[in-house]
């Protein structure tokens, strides 16, 4: 496999943290900047993961794809968080970071022949 396979995961994953940090920056200047404590620290989390995964994936790393498992994970915990907000900017990053997982769900699914040919195909 080819990194170009990878690119629509590494583009939800660019922008999944993209609109992580402005939600996080948003929420700060809120007046009830407390009331969105939890929200800002899952939003710098997943913009840090978000980022790092789409770093591995451009790069061929072999652990893209745990990487990618667990990015899936915070990106739900995100999405869950901020979809308890009214905030706009916060449902734009639940949309955002529920992108963000499915398709790095998907890229960490088990391969169909094999792990080897999968982190081969990688470094390919």
Sequence with gaps: M????????????????????????TCL??????AFARCIE????CAAICRLAATFM???????Y???????E???????ECERHEAAHCRECAVACERCAEEC?????PPQHGSASRR?????
């Design 42 to 45: 899952l939003d710098i989390d």
């Design 2 to 25: 080819s990194i170009e396979q990878f690119r629509t995961c590494i583009q939800a994953c660019n922008d999944c943290a993209d609109a992580c940090d402005q939600c996080a920056a």
């Design 120 to 124: 081969e195909g990688l470094q390919a």
């Design 105 to 109: 769900r998907r890229m960490a699914s």
């Design 66 to 72: 745990q990487l990618c498992a667990l990015c899936a």
């Design 58 to 64: 451009a790069r061929g790393s072999q652990s893209a």
């Design 29 to 34: 200047r809120d007046d009830q900047v407390k």
């Design 74 to 80: 915070i990106c739900d915990q995100c999405a869950t």
